[in-house]
Nanobody, 124 residues
Framework: QVQLLESGGGLVQAGGSLRLSCVCS????????MGWFRQTPGKEREFVAS????????IYVDSVKGRFTISRDNAKNTVYLQMNSLKPEDTAVYYC?????????????????WGQGTQVTVSS
């Protein structure tokens, strides 16, 4: 069974940093694109970042550009989201997702597999 498991969430003060990790088990995701999304209560899940299969292409939502960095280690079947200069509006449940295609993408429907999410809370 293929699963994605996120970790690294928590409570941090504004201006602080967190690094999220997502491990894929049951499948070698070497040729899959990966993405990070986030969701707050009452709102739709929104795109945060995506990375192509070899890390050569990355996409970010404008609100996190310059603060967040997505990366991957295919040898560890792991994708990361380094989040710096965090703001209260970054508070959300963060989900990683797998796309059965090598290209980075921003749209939810293009992702096939989702993790359970990890809570990130940024206090002001």
């Amino acid at each position: 069974q293929v699963q994605l498991l996120e970790s690294g969430g928590g409570l941090v003060q504004a201006g602080g940093s967190l690094r999220l990790s997502c491990v894929c088990s049951g499948r070698t995701f070497t040729f899959d694109a990966m993405g990070w999304f986030r969701q707050t209560p009452g709102k739709e899940r929104e795109f945060v970042a995506s990375i192509s299969w070899n890390g050569g292409n990355t996409i970010y939502v404008d609100s996190v550009k310059g603060r967040f960095t997505i990366s991957r280690d295919n040898a560890k079947n792991t994708v990361y989201l380094q989040m710096n200069s965090l703001k209260p509006e970054d508070t959300a449940v963060y989900y990683c997702a797998l796309r059965l295609d090598g290209g980075a993408a921003m749209t939810l429907r293009e992702y096939t597999l989702w993790g359970q999410g990890t809570q990130v809370t940024v206090s002001s």
